[in-house]
Structure formats: structure tokens, C-alpha cells
């Protein structure tokens, strides 16, 4: 029972354009989002969160984008940069808490230089 | 100065065999847990320690237990590993049960 949801195992894209990475879910409890970016054989590392009282959370290039009734959200990078390879995953929680984060499978994005 | 760390980076054993995998964070978080990387690439929950509580996820067999000698530390045994065991195994830690999760970067577990 996936309750979050990454579709796409991979994406590659150009540096200097967007990356979108997306995300549903099925569990209309969540109320706090976050995405971990995580490098090979390293642990993953925090990037950018949202809770749903939002739409939007902007981070440096980093922007989150929440649409509650479609159950998804998605992750922009613009403009991408070749340090920015790496999987990304989605996470989601209940109340804002860490004892029921779920995890995204993961997406891998690749940008060429 | 690594922020949570954890050893060993690779553990390969037997099965039946009985290992432990340590986790050690300098963040002052109050709150440690254990994750698994399956082969699906899914991060599930194994167990979170919090003051002494320890909040098991129902699905990992009691041949795992967490132990925490101080709010710094929470070391993970394993007892009769199985084939099935074979993951990467990733420690984190937060400040007051909160989302934002800091990771170590992971003990690839492997059982032969």
C-alpha cells in the first residue's frame, strides 16, 4: 500500500533548465510534505518542506508546490545544476509528526551539463 | 564533524548470525530512529526512541531491538539475520518528534 507515490524513477534534464519532480499521495491526513535529497552512499539530507495551509514554499531555487485536492505536490529546481543530481524523495506526515513518515520511492534526477 | 554517524558503512555476514549496527548524533536531538532501504527502494520505519519510548512499527520481527545507552545513542541488534535482512540501514535524528529528519549516511547490510 503505497500512500506516497513517485512515479517516475528517473529524469534527466539540461543544465540550466527546470527539473520537475513529482509526487502524489492517498492518504488525505497528511499535513506536512518534505523532500530529502540523497547523494550515493550517503544518508538522506533534508531540502524543503510545505505544510498544507500552503500552496507554495520557495527556497533559493528550490520551490514546493502543494495541491491538496489533486493529492499531489511537486518539486521545482530552476535552474538546475549538475551538483543537483541525485534521488529525490518525497515524504509525507501526519500532524506535522515523525513517527508515521512515509517515503517515496524515489525519483533520480540527472543533469547534463 | 558528521552530524549523525553510524558503523559500520558495510556489514557482510552469515546467516544466523547475530550483528549490531551503531548510531551515534552530536545535534543534541532528543529523538533517534532506524530506517530500512529495502531492494524496492522504499524508506520504512523500523523503530523511533524518544525519552525512553520506543515506538516499534508492528511489521519488523522482534529479532530486531533498538537499544539506547543515552539520548546520543541508539544502536540497533539484529539476532539470527536471515536472507531476507539484507538492506541498507539508515539512522536519523530529530529535534522533538518533528519531520525534518537529519540521516547517517547508511550501513549496507548484506547476508549471506
Known amino acids: 500500500d503505497q500512500q506516497v507515490k513517485q512515479n517516475s524513477p528517473s529524469l534527466s534534464v539540461q543544465e540550466g533548465r527546470i527539473s520537475i519532480l513529482n509526487c502524489d499521495y492517498t492518504?488525505?491526513?497528511?499535513?506536512?510534505f518534505l523532500w530529502y535529497k540523497k547523494y550515493p552512499a550517503e544518508g538522506p539530507t533534508f531540502l524543503i518542506s510545505?505544510?498544507?495551509?500552503?500552496d507554495k514554499n520557495e527556497d533559493g531555487r528550490f520551490t514546493v508546490f502543494l495541491n491538496k485536492s489533486a493529492k499531489h505536490l511537486s518539486l521545482h529546481i530552476v535552474p538546475s545544476q549538475p551538483g543537483d543530481s541525485a534521488v529525490y524523495f518525497c515524504?509525507?506526515?501526519?500532524?506535522?509528526?515523525?513517527?508515521?513518515?512515509?517515503f517515496g520511492k524515489g525519483t533520480k534526477l540527472t543533469v547534463n551539463p | 564533524d558528521t552530524a549523525v554517524s553510524q558503523t559500520p558503512k558495510y556489514l557482510v555476514t552469515q546467516m544466523g548470525n547475530d550483528k549490531s549496527i551503531k548510531c551515534e548524533q552530536n545535534?543534541?536531538?532528543?529523538?533517534m530512529y532506524w530506517y530500512k532501504q529495502d531492494s524496492k527502494k522504499f524508506l520504512k520505519i523500523m523503530f523511533s526512541?524518544?525519552?525512553?519510548?520506543?515506538?516499534i512499527n508492528e511489521t519488523v520481527p522482534n529479532r530486531f531491538s533498538p537499544k539506547s545507552p543515552d539520548k546520543a545513542h541508539l544502536n540497533l541488534h539484529i539476532n539470527s539475520l536471515e536472507l531476507g535482512d539484507s538492506a541498507v540501514y539508515f539512522c536519523?535524528?530529530?529535534?522533538?518528534?518533528?519531520?525534518?529528519?537529519?540521516f547517517g549516511s547508511g550501513t549496507q547490510l548484506s547476508v549471506l
Open positions: 536519523a535524528s530529530s529535534q522533538a518528534k518533528g519531520p525534518k529528519l537529519f
Open positions: 492518504n488525505s491526513m497528511f499535513d506536512y
Open positions: 510545505i505544510s498544507s495551509i500552503k
Open positions: 515524504a509525507a506526515s501526519v500532524q506535522g509528526g515523525s513517527e508515521k513518515l512515509v
Open positions: 545535534l543534541g536531538h532528543d529523538t
Open positions: 526512541y524518544n525519552n525512553k519510548e520506543l515506538i
